[in-house]
C-alpha cells in the first residue's frame, strides 16, 4: 500500500515515509524521563539531519536552553516538573527575547494532550513510547512549517515597514490570548478539596488550605509553605497545584509563586512602580509580584 499524505485543516501536509531527508534541522530534547530522552535521540539520530543540540529534564531547563540554542524545533514534553510544556511555549510567547520562536513538538504519554498540542499550534505531538514513522512525520511537518515561515519572512521582508503579515500577527495574538485564558480559568469545583497532602521528610501531612502561606518552584519540585511546615507537593507543576486551590484564596503573583491573599503580610514598594509581598510564614518570606500581575494586586487591594 502506498504512503498516504494526510492533511486537515489545521496541519500541514505529512510527507510519505520515503521522502528525502531535505533541509538540517537543529533540536532540542526536553523530558523528565532519561530513558525517553535516550529513545527519542537515537530515532533523531537514525533519520539523518537532524541534529541534537542538547538535553533538558524540566520545563526552567527547557526555557533556558531553547533561549540559549534558539534551535529550529523543540520535541518537549507535556507533563513535567517546574513548568509543563504549555507553560513554557506560555513564557516564550510572551517573554520573547529571540529573534524566532522554534517549531514545537510535544510528547506525551496521555492522548488527552493530542487535540491542546495542536491548539497552541504546535507543529505535531508524539505518544509514548515513540515510534520511528510518527517520528519521521514530526521531522517532515517541521520541515515544511520552516519553509512556509521562510517564505513568509521573505514576502515581509519585501514590505517597507517589514512588518509580518496580517494573518501571522492575528494568529500570534490568537494563540496569546488562548494560553491567558488557560492560566487564569477557574478550576472545575469537583477537583476542589479543604486539604492538601504534603510531604515532610517521610511523613505526608494533611494540611488545610486555609493554612497554606505560598507554593513555589524549587529545583523542578513544589514546595509548600505553612506557618509551621515546609514540605512538598505531589503536584508536578504549579498549574497542577492551583487546580486543587480554591481559587478565591490562592493567587499566581509571580511565575514560580502562588499565594494565600490572607498569608500576606506585607506590600513591600520595590523598584521601577513593582512590588514585593512579604508573607506570615516563620522566615517572612518576601516573594516578587511580576509586572504582568501588578495591576491584579492594585484591585486586590485598592493601591
Given amino acids: 500500500m502506498p504512503n498516504r499524505i494526510l492533511k486537515d485543516d489545521s496541519m500541514q501536509p505529512i510527507a510519505p515515509l520515503n521522502a528525502p ?5 537543529t533540536a532540542l530534547i526536553v523530558d523528565n524521563e532519561q530513558l525517553a530522552r535516550e529513545e527519542l535521540k537515537f530515532l533523531l539520530d537514525s533519520l539523518g539531519n537532524v541534529d541534537v543540540l542538547a538535553e533538558g529534564a524540566n520545563g526552567i531547563e527547557a526555557v ?6 534558539q534551535p529550529d524545533v523543540v520535541f518537549l514534553d507535556v507533563q513535567m516538573p517546574g513548568l509543563d510544556g504549555f507553560a513554557v511555549l506560555k513564557h516564550l510567547m510572551e517573554h520573547r527575547r529571540m529573534e524566532r520562536l522554534p517549531q514545537i513538538v510535544f510528547a506525551t504519554a496521555y492522548d488527552q494532550y ?4 495542536f491548539d497552541v499550534n504546535a507543529v505535531d505531538y508524539l505518544l509514548k513510547p515513540f515510534d520511528r514513522n510518527r517520528v519521521s512525520q514530526a521531522v517532515e511537518r517541521t520541515r515544511a512549517r520552516l519553509l512556509d515561515v521562510g517564505q513568509d519572512i521573505a514576502v515581509s521582508a519585501s514590505n517597507e515597514e517589514g512588518e509580518a503579515s496580517d494573518g501571522a500577527r492575528s494568529g500570534m495574538n ?13 478550576p472545575p469545583p469537583s477537583k476542589l478539596t479543604n486539604k492538601l497532602i504534603v510531604q515532610v521528610q517521610s511523613r505526608l501531612l494533611l494540611v488545610d488550605q486555609s493554612d497554606i502561606c ?7 519540585t513544589i514546595r509548600v509553605v505553612t506557618p509551621t511546615l515546609d ?6 507543576t504549579l498549574e497542577d497545584l492551583l487546580e486543587l486551590l480554591d481559587p478565591g484564596l490562592f493567587w499566581r503573583a509571580h511565575r514560580g509563586f502562588v499565594v494565600n491573599i490572607n498569608h500576606i ?15 506570615d510564614d516563620r ?3 518576601e516573594i516578587p509580584v511580576s509586572r504582568a500581575q501588578t495591576k491584579r494586586l492594585r484591585e486586590l487591594f485598592n493601591l
Fill in 21 to 25: 531527508t531535505g533541509m538540517s534541522l
Fill in 64 to 69: 533556558e536552553l531553547i533561549e540559549e540554542h
Fill in 114 to 117: 493530542a487535540v491542546k498540542a
Fill in 174 to 186: 490568537t494563540l496569546l490570548q488562548m494560553l491567558h485564558r488557560q492560566q487564569i480559568a477557574p
Fill in 214 to 220: 505560598f507554593a513555589r518552584i524549587d529545583d523542578g
Fill in 231 to 236: 514540605g512538598q507537593s505531589k503536584c508536578r
Fill in 265 to 279: 503580610r506585607e506590600v513591600v514598594p520595590w523598584f521601577k512602580s513593582s512590588y514585593q509581598l512579604r508573607m
Fill in 283 to 285: 522566615k517572612q518570606t
